[in-house]
């Protein structure tokens, strides 16, 4: 009994959170869910067939072994197909058919050797089948980590440069899910290397990968439950028009629409950063929860694109880490005055709608937290 349920975690966590997604689909209708819940399935059909075979149901083997080979080789391919959806706005779809080619290859070999071939040949063809299979999962893996890696790095650093509050807009814990597919992949690899033959006859074995797959497997899929934000809704407010208060352009919009980003020269990258500092000042528009990048555009009546290149290039920083960086020295500033404001207060009167990012934002910027910062 113990033996089956350890067998089973990572089936029953794929499961589990199956269903969950698929019921975030039904509510959202997001293709980025929907791809995640396809590799959700195929990740519990790639764990039922390790239950299978843990637990010798050599009745099922070749339907197992079969579904198991090719979920083995089609895993890594779809969450690069999520990561995709979430971070890439236009992609070739026509890649899908190429990344997961090999996983259906490998699966008609496999299951030909099953149905086609004698029982004196089989054993031979299946080995050579299997080493194929764990080369191509190398390469995979390799691929998928890097290109994934560079996605969510690049994704990440667009959002920063467009919301000055990122929580539930970058991909949540990235580094932790990136850290995650790292573990995986190696525990994988090691576990291709070495073959399932080696964990059939231990239980101590066997429970070491069942266990730590189906931990780093929740972490995984409930982040990407937990991430409702995509580059299509960045690009949709991208797609806004910034005009003035009675609806006409002015000429220094025309500028902006007509003239590139890229090709904006120094003098005019100074000029608007100064217009950025005059209007922070003045205005403190970065008191505003949830400030974009897109709300300092239409008081400066600019491009977007110019107001995160200007703080980029002339501040050293992103839109983000600017905003915060006013906030927290606002806050510090509040603090001064009365040092006897309560926390919350002092958080919401900073821009926070949250205490958690006041407090993260003010140990990042200051070294120490708000009450230790009072005491000094």
Sequence with gaps: ???????????????????????????????????????????????????????????????????????????????????????????????????????????????????????????????????????????????????????VKKFDEIVENCYSDIENRTLRNTQIIIIFLVITSIISFLANVIGKEAFVDSLALVSIPCVVFAIILFMLLRAGHMQNFTIHELMEEAAETVVTDNGNNTDIMREAAETPPTEVNADRIRQISAEIEEVMRREKPFLQPDLRVSDLARLLLTNRDYISKAIRLDKGMSFNEYVNRLRIEHAITLMKNNPQIPVLELSIKSGYTSQASFFRNFKQFTGTSPKQFKCN
């Excluded at 067998?7 to 293709?31: G, H, N």
């Design 1 to 151: 009994m113990i033996r089956y349920i350890i067998t089973s975690l990572p089936m029953l966590v794929c499961l589990f959170w199956s269903v969950r997604l698929w019921i975030d689909w039904r509510e959202q209708r997001s293709m980025a869910k929907w791809r995640l819940l396809v590799f959700s399935v195929v990740t519990t059909v790639l764990y039922a067939g390790h239950f299978a075979y843990f637990n010798s149901m050599e009745a099922i083997l070749p339907y197992t072994e079969t579904l198991y080979s090719m979920a083995n080789l089609a895993v890594f391919p779809l969450y690069y197909l999520y990561l995709l959806e979430v971070t890439e706005e236009k992609w070739n779809h026509h890649w899908q058919v190429t990344l997961l080619m090999p996983s259906l290859l490998i699966g008609m070999m496999i299951g030909g050797c099953y149905a086609f071939v004698n029982d004196a040949d089989r054993p031979h063809l299946i080995f050579i089948a299997r080493m194929v299979a764990k080369f191509i999962f190398a390469i995979q893996v390799v691929i998928v980590l890097l290109k994934g890696y560079k996605k």
